[in-house]
């Protein structure tokens, strides 16, 4: 309904993605602004390709033009990015009843930055309702099953590289969206586009492919300016993640997408290789120190694989340091010197802490190292071993090759006994595993399992104490671009994240405990 003036319009709020803030029944005044009037915090109103409107909000800017969204009674941030600029405008005005609550002046304008750490956080009314009601269906008995993901199962058999099982029911959009969430979008699209799926329900698959695939082109563009110019200073850069397996691990250009190009230079040429970066036109990020941009293209440097400048103690999960890394590495590509990738063997190890690091959280990365093993013989896995042995990396490889076994199936030759090379695991450490291979992802099963990786107790205080409550210069550099002085709230709404997610973690972990005990009485009996 138009309510008088060209640039505002009200549209009904249905659904529970905004609750508290809003609530289904509220009647929204929507503003439509300038691109530069949008603002972290605002709640934005976007229109679907179906012309419905969806409000969440904005919770970072990205350029000019572009930002990400979330549902501040939602976990997790939208996936797509939203182009400001088709935006239909931001709420002004809720009309609740009788009551009008405005957005844009008093109260609800001036915190409106502090919500959006609490929504990051998952701290929000909202966030930590949903949290609670998921602890619940997982711990209570007389809670209903949970229906099995269908769409979860059907990417996971195609990773195996068995047949899934096609139902006439299934959401194709759900689907799409798990895939991209999961990064394993293009590897499905090669797999859909011969069975010959519907165009319709094929779309997006495609669409993500073709765009993963001319940001690939760009990339790889990059990667080759960065050879010429660095030429002439003599300095190696050695490309990390993804941008180590571009052009060699996967055969086609759309199967592997990636957000920038994490590239990692020896402590000593840092200052050099960043002047080369801006004689190339790549400017610093004003707030992020490591992170440079060009057009479409964003470099994030690193001096240590393990971003130990950001959290000392991280350095204790790799102690051989990155010297021996960059001794073993070879070129990026034929004809290549100066840019290069980690060995594949120390490229494993490197990959097997960044999954721990993230929680184990996508599966593309766990496909990362599988794309890297398959088809080796006796030599490399026995040389890969000894290397982990080493390094001091046999825990992060194992429980690498602990999920990929229960989620593809996939071991190591048969010569090698899976089960011996796992090891002694405490319960604790296998319920965490099995945990995540059943779905369910805690946020922080990640840095507990690399408390185990971790030798001696006070080494374990120190890692978990500065994961938790990083450098004060860290947390104003990560978060004072958008929420200003107001960064400062990060330590009090962390201590309120911990007092939420300790009890409720131990209690999913003794949950599962306790299932897991009495499957074993049942099997006994």
Request: glycine share 6%; with cysteine.
């Amino acid at each position: 309904m138009i309510i008088g003036m060209d640039d505002h319009f009200t549209s009904p709020f249905t659904g529970y993605s905004m609750y508290p803030c809003l609530k289904p029944g509220d009647r929204l005044v929507v503003r439509k602004v300038p691109l530069a009037c949008f603002e972290v915090g605002d709640m934005i109103a976007i229109r679907n390709t179906h012309g419905h409107l969806t409000v969440h909000r904005l919770i970072k800017r990205i350029g000019q033009e572009c930002g990400i969204t979330k549902g501040d009674a939602l976990l997790a941030p939208d996936l797509e990015q939203v182009d400001l600029s088709k935006a239909a405008g931001k709420v002004e005005l809720i009309v609740r009843g009788r009551q009008l609550i405005s957005v844009a002046s008093g109260p609800r304008s001036k915190f409106k930055r502090l919500y959006v750490t609490l929504s990051r956080m998952g701290l929000t009314p909202g966030a930590l309702e949903l949290k609670a009601k998921n602890v619940l269906k997982r711990l209570l008995p007389f809670q209903k099953r949970i229906e099995p993901n269908h769409e979860r199962n059907f990417i996971l058999s195609i990773l195996k590289g068995h047949e899934p099982e096609w139902k006439a029911n299934m959401d194709w959009t759900r689907l799409a969206d798990i895939s991209r969430k999961e990064g394993v979008a293009g590897i499905l699209y090669g797999y859909l586009k011969e069975k010959e799926t519907p165009p319709p329900a094929l779309a997006p698959f495609e669409n993500f492919y073709r765009a993963t695939a001319a940001m690939n082109f760009i990339h790889l563009q990059a990667i080759k300016n960065l050879e010429s110019a660095l030429s002439d200073k003599k300095i190696q850069v050695l490309t990390l993640k993804g941008a180590s397996l571009l052009d060699m691990i996967y055969p086609k250009v759309g199967l592997r997408s990636m957000e920038d190009l994490d590239l990692m230079v020896q402590p000593k040429n840092q200052k050099e290789f960043e002047e080369v970066l801006i004689g190339l036109g790549y400017k610093k990020d004003p707030w992020i120190s490591h992170i440079f941009a060009k057009e479409n293209v964003t470099l994030d440097l690193h001096s240590h694989a393990l971003n130990t400048d950001r959290i000392d103690s991280r350095a204790d999960l790799f102690p051989a340091g990155m010297e021996t890394i960059w001794e073993k590495s070879a070129p990026w590509n034929e004809g290549f010197q100066w840019v290069r990738r980690p060995d594949h063997k120390d490229n494993i190890l490197l990959l097997s802490q960044h999954l721990m690091k993230h929680s184990f959280s996508r599966l593309i990365w766990l496909v990362d190292i599988i794309e890297i093993v398959r088809g080796r013989d006796h030599t490399f896995w026995t040389e890969l071993f000894e290397r982990a042995d080493q390094l001091k990396q046999k825990k992060p490889l194992s429980y690498v090759l602990y999920l990929s076994n229960g989620l593809f199936g996939f071991k190591p030759p048969k010569e090698f006994e899976l089960e011996a090379l796992l090891g002694e695991y405490s319960v604790l450490e296998r319920n965490i595993l099995e945990m995540k291979l059943s779905g369910q992802s805690p946020d922080y099963i990640g840095h507990l399992l690399s408390l185990f990786c971790l030798p001696g107790f006070r080494k374990r205080v120190l890692f978990g104490w500065e994961t938790l409550f990083p450098k004060k210069e860290i947390v104003k550099q990560e978060f004072s671009r958008f929420y200003g002085s107001r960064w400062r709230f990060f330590y009090p709404a962390r201590l309120l994240q911990m007092a939420f997610l300790v009890p409720t973690h131990t209690l999913l972990i003794l949950g599962s405990l306790i299932r897991r005990a009495r499957s074993k009485i049942h099997g006994l009996n």
